[in-house]
């Protein structure tokens, strides 16, 4: 065997010891629902909006083990141009594998939203998405 051929062997079996199987995650998306499937969109016009159409959608691996506690932070526009907290938490029930929660969207709420949730300790959604009024033309 040549060098290179053992150095190869070497690596290849270094490497696969060392390497830890990644333990499952969440994870989670926010957007507009179609359906129970969310398309994530960057911005989006209040007026094509309809009720319980906007919010997220978690979902739990097979084999996790953590707590499946989901909280969400949601700071929106608000009145008198002021910014708005909302706060959630709720846990994943067990035996579900996906959950999804349905956001509201006052009338006045034009601009940019952020949405922040974490399941446990993981961070699967952290992103900002503008809700505008619908353009004329």
């Known amino acids: 065997m040549s060098f290179r051929t053992a150095l190869v062997f070497a690596t290849l079996a270094l490497g696969g010891a060392c390497a830890e199987p990644?333990?499952?995650?969440?994870?989670?998306?926010?957007?507009v629902f179609y359906g129970e499937q969310v398309q994530e969109r960057a911005e989006l016009a209040l007026e094509s909006l309809?009720?319980?159409?906007?919010?997220?959608?978690?979902?739990?691996?097979?084999?996790?083990?953590?707590?499946?506690?989901?909280r969400a932070k949601i700071t929106r526009p608000g009145p008198l141009g002021r910014r708005v907290t909302e706060h959630l938490e709720f846990g994943v029930?067990?035996?579900?594998?996906?959950f999804s929660e349905r956001v509201s969207v006052?009338?006045?709420?034009?601009?940019?939203?952020?949405?922040r949730v974490v399941i446990d300790d993981t961070l699967v959604v952290d992103r900002?998405?503008?809700v505008r009024r619908r353009t004329s033309g």
């Open 22 to 31: 990644e333990p499952p995650r969440p994870s989670g998306q926010f957007g």
């Open 50 to 70: 309809r009720e319980g159409q906007l919010g997220f959608l978690v979902s739990v691996p097979p084999g996790y083990e953590g707590r499946r506690v989901v």
């Open 93 to 98: 029930p067990s035996g579900k594998n996906e």
């Open 128 to 130: 900002a998405i503008l």
């Open 106 to 115: 006052p009338s006045g709420a034009i601009g940019v939203w952020n949405v």
